[in-house]
């Protein structure tokens, strides 16, 4: 995939490492291949050390209020736009208070990356990959426990879920992007045997600060967003969602312990419509790292449109703008693997995973012998409560506004002849936001349950004829316009090669006999086409190009003093 060297011959490099221009080459011995490794997920046993300083860590910050400022430069400011974080499952409990910056201090903020960005795009590869590693370090050890009780107590997510969140997927964007950054480092184009010549690439970041604008739902995502731009040489302005804020303020609090310079990463929590305008009104805005609605994301587009001619450079857009994710289940399909990995899928955090699986298309055969009474007894034994009780499989989806706009789609599914609740359906606000995982069955293939994203616990279900299959395929790939995640279930190889090919635009992660959620960073790099984003591919190095601009320098050893070619010589002889 990418050039490896092993030494570097000419003068340049050393020349570089001596002047501003490209201090940030480094010598090519030290980076000389990838050695990484996924984080281990700890299991939280009874009595396990983790779990002893887990629970110390619920209790501390359960029993205290975080006070969270902005950010500018190291400077932290308070305004008088005072906001509380509430755990999701306990709504009366505040966990954190914090402050929206206003547009002139988001001004500020823009004026202070601009300061920063020369010196920070001039610092060595090196110094930033030993800082990222020093902070995977930290992730991995002192702070572990902290980053996963934040998320629980913050997100309302289970031990296990905020263990493969915040503390796993967070180390392992940490780790293998500055690996990533090692091998790119390493890189030379091809060079001409006769040394008259030498090229070289330097990865420089943007021209213009980046705004990262962060989702609730994944602890690690928040930080990919912000600290991947930031490792290759840009200053960036990050606005954590508000309902993630905990966990946020710590990830950007260990950053800062292992060695990031102030201003580099700038913390501006903010009204979202007053920062986009603010960020995308900039002439000096370089691009933006998005994961959220499609409404917010096609928002920031127009806005950079509007903009165009006023800015210096043409921002860079990445979006994740979420799914409506498939389980499609052929009749040669394991049905125990069928019905554990649609119920993960599906209720695991709620449902609130980008990539959980909200539809399932299921042949009539199966489904009445070997599927509905197990997906639907499974199902209903689930415990659904505090994110703390370790006996529980979901808590409480992330706040009011989400709360209303699911149990609206529970109140439809009810009200609406061609669907059938089989299970769930309940809801309730009075301690927590808590909603039943739902299952549906709906038999108009093209009913809104099949196309809106919910981001919910709620399962669509269609039932198929088997000598329907065709046209059912042609139904997951036309009915939503997102193509985030699916998955197939088969045993039939000769189906199963098909599916390659027919399903091959309806998801950028694509399952055979898995679950449509858990990728695993630098193993199933994420992101979808269509509207479910720009495809960018967090977890493997294709996500660091996004994020730079590269310098291609050649350099000349033989004195060029002849203006004549070769054989305009012999012409005129």
Known sequence: MFQITRKITTKIAQRYTKTSLTSSVVPVNKFDQINFKNEPILEYNKGSEELINLEKSLEHYSCNVEEIPIVIGGKEIQTNQKRC????????????????ADQHIINQAIKATKDKKEEWDNTPYQTRVECWERAACLMATKYRADLVATTMLGQAKTVYQAEIDAAAELIDFTRLNAEFLKVFANYEPLNPKTKIYKNHTIWRGLDGFVASISPFNFTAIGANLTFTPALMGNTVLWKPADNAMLSSWLVYKIMSEAGL??????????DGPVFGNAVTY?????????????????????LVAKHLDF?????????ECGG???????????????????????FEYSGQKCSACSRLYVPKNLWESKIKKPLCDLTSQLVIGDACDYKTFTSAVIDEKAFLRIADYLDYAKSNSQCDVLVGGGCSNLHGF??????????DPEDRLFKEEILGPILSVY???????????ELVRNTPKYALTGAVFATDEKFLK????????????????DKSTGAVVGQQAFGGGQLSGTNDKPGSPYYLLRWTSPQTIKETFMPQTDVYYPYMRMQKT
Request: net charge positive; aromatic share 14%; proline share 4%.
């Open 85 to 100: 974080q509430r755990m999701p499952h306990k709504h009366n409990h505040i966990i954190a208070k914090y402050y929206y």
């Open 311 to 319: 800015h210096k450079t043409f921002p860079r857009l990445c979006g």
């Open 282 to 302: 900039s002439q000096n805005l370089g691009g933006i790292n998005f994961t959220g609605s499609i409404v917010t994301f096609r928002t920031l587009w127009k």
């Open 498 to 513: 098909e599916a390659l090919w027919k399903f091959k635009s309806t998801a950028g992660n694509f399952y055979i006999n």
């Open 463 to 473: 039932v198929y004829e088997e000598e329907d299959e065709d046209k059912t395929i």
């Open 324 to 346: 409506k994710n498939y389980h499609f289940v052929h009749s040669s399909a394991d049905v125990d693997t069928v019905v554990a990995s649609t119920i993960r899928s599906a």
């Open 261 to 270: 310079p102030d201003g580099v990463v700038n913390f501006i929590p903010a």
């Open 434 to 443: 808590f909603i039943e995982p739902t299952i549906v069955v709906v038999r």
